[in-house]
């Protein structure tokens, strides 16, 4: 068993994706690392929407695209990934935010013991208030009041993931 430190310290986000999608197994296990994240007062506020198909995943980048005021021909924010988990959490809930977020981070470092790439995409919010984005959510059957927090793209690495940075001087103070 891979010590969970190590992991940690080795996953970095990646760019760059082999077109091939990741096995349905390694796909419910990075779901299920989300679905185990800790959530404030275990409400879990979060859904996970695990996009599979290209139509819906290149949808998905061309609306990303657009918020960041380019078009899908110019960019593809999710980097050639070919699926994308998005995580939405209910406004209604204080923590929906941190909630989210831990969501994702649990993704992130499962896909990383799996030997998987990933990389947290934002602009989830502004894709998902958007018309387009509410339209899909209604689409997908999903009922509520939901912020989008990320779009978690994963595809197997296409290259060696970069080293670490050294850690920054004052990182912790021990009081």
Wanted: hydrophobic share 40%.
């Amino acid at each position: 068993m891979a010590d969970i430190l190590d992991t940690l310290k080795a996953r970095r986000s990646c760019r760059k994706y082999k077109a091939q999608a990741i096995s349905k197994d390694e796909l419910v296990k990075i779901i299920e690392a989300g679905e185990f994240a800790a959530t404030g007062m275990g409400k879990q506020s979060p859904i996970i929407v695990a996009v599979t198909d290209r139509e819906t995943r290149d949808r998905l980048s061309a609306m990303n695209a657009e918020v960041m005021g380019k078009s899908g021909a110019e960019v593809d924010p999710f980097y050639g990934a070919p699926q994308v988990l998005v995580v939405l959490a209910d406004k209604n809930v204080a923590t929906h935010v941190y909630d989210g977020s831990l969501v994702l981070g649990n993704m992130m470092n499962e896909a990383a013991s799996l030997g998987v790439g990933s990389c947290w995409i934002h602009r989830a919010k502004e894709m998902f208030e958007s018309d387009v984005g509410k339209a899909l959510l209604e689409k997908w059957g999903v009922k509520g009041d939901y912020e989008g927090i990320g779009n978690l793209i994963v595809g197997y690495p296409d290259g060696e993931a970069p080293l670490a940075k050294p850690r920054k001087e004052n990182y912790v103070y021990f009081v």
